[in-house]
């Protein structure tokens, strides 16, 4: 691959699986185990925003893909997927929980001379609670909140990519309990062969959230992944490894299957798993589909007409229209919607 008219040496594609192999190494050494240590142990660790989400094509293979990212949503999990994007995308997703927890995330992305960017927003909101003073009596409501604002970039090198992502990240527990944090990812993504990607990815790194003088680490969590395209039957095959600092390894796994409807729009549908999910019937079990338009001359609805259009006058290349569905056992269902236009 080149961007513009730049060649790429090869030597940057042997660091690029190099840097993979580093990465195997931390998930699975000292650094890792101290990485988990140094949080406290299981479920200690702050910043629940920055580990959710992400794509809803993902979600729908049981949050796997690591290495077959393809949105603006690889700001968030593996910025080096960033420049798989051909084309600027800009998405929205909506994630419903349970107990009236939701989530949206904006992301944008795409190519430019100097490599892929993109950039992103996320916002969790935890409901409405009531709170109580020591003797038990109500002193109210709240409404627990987090954001972060994320940037990322990739280098694209023909058959490897690398990039790197930095967030800016704000809790609030309650009036009187905030917080603010700092992280940074990186990422690598290969493929040997054309049928097989490679990725691995150090994400959260960074300063801990300082309530008041009582401090939560960040999720310092560790990736790898594959992915397998066999692209005369429309199939793509994805396993995950992620371990994150406060919690034990798990393992992810999906598979996408695309139909041609017509020429100008195809559909997929997925599905895939994840261990430790909670349990319950159908828990760990994941989901999910989508359609995409994709018309050569962008759109020909007059109302829709000027929408994102180019200098060129291009106008949006496509639109997609993705539900995944992530059952949480006891706890109930969460039902993730997105919406997707391309330039």
């Known amino acids: 691959m080149t961007t513009g008219e730049r060649s790429v040496p090869q030597s940057a594609g042997a660091a690029a699986a190099l840097m993979l192999v580093a990465l195997a190494v931390i998930a699975t050494g000292p650094a890792g185990r101290v990485a988990a240590a140094s949080a406290g142990g299981a479920g200690t660790a702050g910043g629940v925003a920055i580990g959710v989400g992400g794509s ?127 992280a940074g990812d990186v990422g690598a993504s290969v493929t040997p062969v054309p049928m097989l990607s490679l990725a691995a990815a150090v994400q959260h790194l960074g300063t801990g959230l300082d309530y008041g003088g009582k401090t939560s680490s960040l999720p310092v969590t560790i990736r790898g992944g594959a992915a397998v395209t066999l692209a005369d039957l429309g199939l793509v095959v994805v396993a995950d490894g992620v371990k994150p600092s406060d919690g034990d390894l798990s393992v992810r796994a999906g ?63 496509g639109f997609r229209l993705s539900y995944a569905w992530t059952p949480l056992g006891e706890l109930g269902d969460a039902h993730w919607f997105a919406v997707a236009l391309s330039f």
């Open 56 to 182: 809803a094509r993902s979600l729908g293979m049981g949050g796997a893909g690591l290495a077959d990212l393809r949105d603006p949503g690889a700001v968030w999990a593996n910025p080096a997927r960033l420049a798989a994007l051909a084309a600027p995308e800009f998405a929205f997703m909506h994630g419903r929980y349970v107990q009236g927890v939701s989530l949206e995330q904006l992301a944008v992305g795409g190519p430019t001379r100097w490599g892929a960017f993109g950039g992103g927003f996320t916002l969790l909101r935890m409901g409405t609670l009531d709170s109580y003073a020591a003797d038990g009596a109500a002193t109210g409501a709240f409404s627990p909140s987090e954001q972060a604002v994320s940037a990322g970039w990739a280098w694209p090198g023909g058959t490897w990519s690398a990039g790197a992502a930095a967030t800016w990240y704000r809790s609030q527990l309650a009036s009187d309990a905030k917080a603010n944090a700092f």
């Open 255 to 317: 598979a996408e299957k695309s139909f041609a409807v017509r020429s100008d729009v195809s559909i997929a549908v997925r599905a895939g798993w994840r261990s430790g999910a909670p349990q319950g019937s159908l828990s760990g079990l994941a989901a999910g589909a989508d359609v995409f338009w994709h018309p050569d001359g962008g759109f020909n609805d007059p109302a829709l007409a000027g929408i994102g259009e180019s200098p060129e006058g291009r106008g949006v290349t």
